[in-house]
């Protein structure tokens, strides 16, 4: 028993393992982020306005069936469900992503802030698919995020600098105590942000 449970476990963090190693690259499609060098702060938006979750080809259908789903085990639990969802963006998410790329970046003197149009540009943060993952203790899946950012003129959105992607940026925690889904989502959103300042980190002076 105990030898199953530790090759479950060795399986588990190796997999874990290569999530990590794919997510470590930032794949640039197109443009040049060194017009960042010398800038002090980067404006911040997130766009959530169309990304699939786990086998749903949108987010409204995941939702739906949640909701739905929580309603019929407890009236109630679902629209709560629902609303943290959605709450955990501002709460937890965006917040982790955050910190992480300006954790990354203090060398550099860049931060990332909210609510900064004056900034020159702006980064435009776009989920493009989320696997919540789960963990019910003999068993349990990462979450991770699709990730794709656009650098572009705060004054001018329509112009866009750079175009860059991070898939697969996994969610986790070693110790397993990730069984509440925003742990989870909250990780991959930290992950994405200390890869994207890595990635700067090396192109910028």
Same mark, same amino acid.
């Given at each position: 028993?105990?030898?199953?449970l *530790?090759?479950?476990?060795?399986?588990?963090?190796?997999? *874990?393992?290569?999530? *990590?190693?794919? $997510?470590? #690259?930032?794949?640039?499609?197109?443009?040049?982020?060194?017009?960042?060098?010398?800038?002090?702060?980067?404006?911040v938006?997130?766009?959530?306005?169309?990304?699939? =979750?786990?086998?749903?080809?949108?987010?409204?259908?995941?939702?739906?069936?949640?909701? /739905?789903?929580?309603? /019929?085990?407890?009236?109630? @639990?679902?629209?709560?469900? #629902?609303?943290?969802?959605? /709450?955990?963006?501002?709460?937890?998410?965006?917040?982790?992503?955050?910190?992480?790329?300006?954790?990354?970046?203090?060398?550099?003197?860049?931060?990332?802030?909210?609510?900064?149009?004056?900034?020159?540009?702006?980064?435009?943060?776009?989920?493009?698919?989320?696997?919540?993952?789960?963990?019910?203790?003999?068993? #349990? @899946?990462?979450?991770?995020?699709?990730?794709?950012?656009?650098?572009?003129?705060?004054?001018? @959105?329509? $112009?866009? =600098? $750079?175009?860059?992607?991070?898939?697969?940026?996994?969610?986790?925690q070693?110790?397993?105590?990730?069984?509440?889904?925003? =742990?989870?989502l909250?990780?991959?959103?930290?992950?994405?942000? @200390?890869?994207?300042?890595?990635?700067?980190?090396?192109?910028?002076?």
């Open positions: 028993m105990k030898n199953g *530790l090759l479950a476990s060795v399986i588990a963090f190796s997999v *874990l393992g290569a999530d *990590l190693a794919q $997510a470590q #690259r930032v794949e640039l499609r197109s443009g040049d982020v060194t017009v960042l060098s010398g800038e002090k702060t980067v404006n938006e997130y766009d959530y306005s169309n990304f699939g =979750v786990g086998k749903f080809a949108t987010e409204q259908e995941y939702l739906d069936k949640k909701t /739905a789903e929580y309603n /019929a085990k407890e009236a109630g @639990k679902g629209d709560a469900w #629902r609303k943290a969802w959605v /709450a955990d963006r501002k709460e937890r998410f965006e917040p982790k992503f955050e910190e992480l790329f300006n954790k990354g970046l203090q060398s550099k003197g860049l931060t990332l802030v909210q609510g900064r149009p004056d900034a020159k540009y702006t980064f435009i943060v776009r989920i493009r698919f989320v696997e919540p993952g789960f963990n019910v203790g003999v068993m #349990r @899946k990462n979450a991770y995020i699709d990730f794709e950012i656009d650098l572009v003129e705060s004054g001018n @959105k329509s $112009a866009k =600098v $750079a175009e860059m992607f991070l898939n697969n940026v996994p969610g986790g070693f110790g397993g105590f990730d069984f509440d889904t925003g =742990v989870r909250a990780e991959s959103y930290a992950k994405g942000g @200390k890869v994207l300042a890595g990635f700067l980190d090396k192109k910028l002076k």
